[in-house]
Every structure is written in structure tokens, then in C-alpha cells.
């Protein structure tokens, strides 16, 4: 899916790569090495989406290959996997910036076996709220359970992500998640925007769109 928003967002985007013989990277959006021209960005208006790309020796083995990434605050973002293995994993990040009253949640979870995991979260509206997730973890030496670390997300109450893999006993790595959840206005004006300038006399529609909540 590709997702332009019109207005009230910024987006950046940069690669990175986990390097042999390093469990993690850390991105600092105050640099520039790639001139991408990352700025920081504000963690609780900011959500976190990318994709990776495995070396070709890793042989599916998922600690090797498996990373969660999270914006560890305003100025770095981490991505992580279980293990310090030689082969590298390429990472494409975007950082989706929101510019109007979203509300922003990002974080990562403990280590944890059992199945399901009741996240504890800020309090949330369930009809306005979405949540992304990434998952590091699994088998540190075949390639056989990619069930392990493979989770669903779902906000299942005001307070509460349920995050539920396809097994129910303990895997062999233990799992991590970092999560990004955004929550959406409640009401957003959209007429007039920004920068309008309405003189004395003329005549304009105030608009706005908003919320099942409201309904």
C-alpha cells in the first residue's frame, strides 16, 4: 500500500543496516549521513513503519534476521534483534510526523513467552486508534519457527493491546515487540487551514469533518 496524507503530517524516511556482529542500530535524526536530511521529530506525535532485508547467508534463522524498531525519543530511533550473528540486515525506515491533535504512543514491550500479552497503553478511543508492530526474537539456530515471533496486534480495551502469536507455549528466543500507536482527532476543521487570511465583510463555510465517536 502506498499512503499520501494531504495535510497535517510530515513524513521522513533513511536506511540503515545492523551490522555484522552488532545485535542492534541507532539512527540519529540530528545526523545526516545518507542526505535524507532527517530533523527530530516530536515521539508523541510521530509514528514509525519500515521494512528489512536480510543478507543472503542468514538462512531464514530468525533471531538473525527478525528486528522491532521503535522511536526511542525524539532524536534516535532503535532497531533490534536477538542476536549478534555475522550477517546484516538492511533496514528502510519512514517516520510519519502528525502536525495536528493525533496523539502518539510508542514503546516496547519486556521479553515475553506466553501467549497472549495484554500490553498495558495510555488510555486510548478504540474507534479512532491504530496500532503498528514489529517483532525480534525466535530460534537462534533453524529456520523452523517463524510462528515465534510472527504476532497480531489488537487494541482489545481502552487501556489494553492484545498482542497474540500463532503458538501458546514459550519460544525458543524470547520475543520482544516495540509498537507505534496513533490516535486520531476527534474532530478536525478543515475549512478554514492554516495560513487563510478572511477579511472584514467576507463571507466563508467553517467545515470539519469528525469521529464515529460523535455519531
Avoid: C
Avoid at 543496516?17 to 521529530?41: C, E, K, R
Avoid at 510526523?97 to 478504540?126: H, K, S, Y
Amino acid at each position: 500500500q502506498l499512503i499520501q496524507f494531504d495535510r497535517d503530517v510530515k513524513v521522513q524516511q533513511g536506511t540503515a543496516q545492523i551490522a555484522s556482529g552488532q545485535p542492534s542500530v541507532a539512527v540519529n535524526l540530528n545526523v545526516d549521513p545518507a542526505g535524507t536530511s532527517p530533523d527530530p521529530v516530536v515521539k508523541t506525535k510521530s509514528m514509525l513503519v519500515f521494512f528489512t532485508k536480510p543478507s543472503t547467508t542468514t538462512a531464514g534463522v530468525e533471531q538473525q534476521y527478525a528486528v522491532d524498531g521503535v522511536i526511542t525519543d525524539n532524536n534516535t530511533l532503535t532497531f533490534t534483534r536477538g542476536t549478534n550473528s555475522a550477517n546484516t540486515v538492511g533496514i528502510v525506515w519512514y517516520v510519519v510526523e502528525f502536525t495536528n491533535q493525533v496523539i502518539a504512543q510508542n514503546g516496547r514491550t519486556a521479553a515475553w513467552t506466553a501467549t497472549p500479552l495484554n500490553q498495558a497503553i495510555n488510555t486510548v478511543d478504540l474507534d479512532r486508534t491504530v496500532a503498528v508492530i514489529s517483532s525480534s526474537g525466535g530460534s537462534a539456530t533453524d529456520n523452523a519457527d517463524h510462528e515465534e515471533i510472527t504476532a497480531t496486534s489488537q487494541i482489545t480495551g481502552t487501556q489494553t493491546m492484545q498482542l497474540t502469536r500463532t503458538i501458546a507455549d514459550a519460544p525458543a528466543g524470547n520475543t520482544y515487540t516495540s509498537y507505534s500507536i496513533a490516535e486520531f482527532p476527534l474532530i478536525d476543521i478543515t475549512s478554514p487551514i492554516a495560513g487563510d487570511v478572511w477579511k472584514v465583510g467576507e463571507t466563508h463555510n467553517i467545515t470539519w469533518t469528525y469521529s464515529k465517536a460523535m455519531t
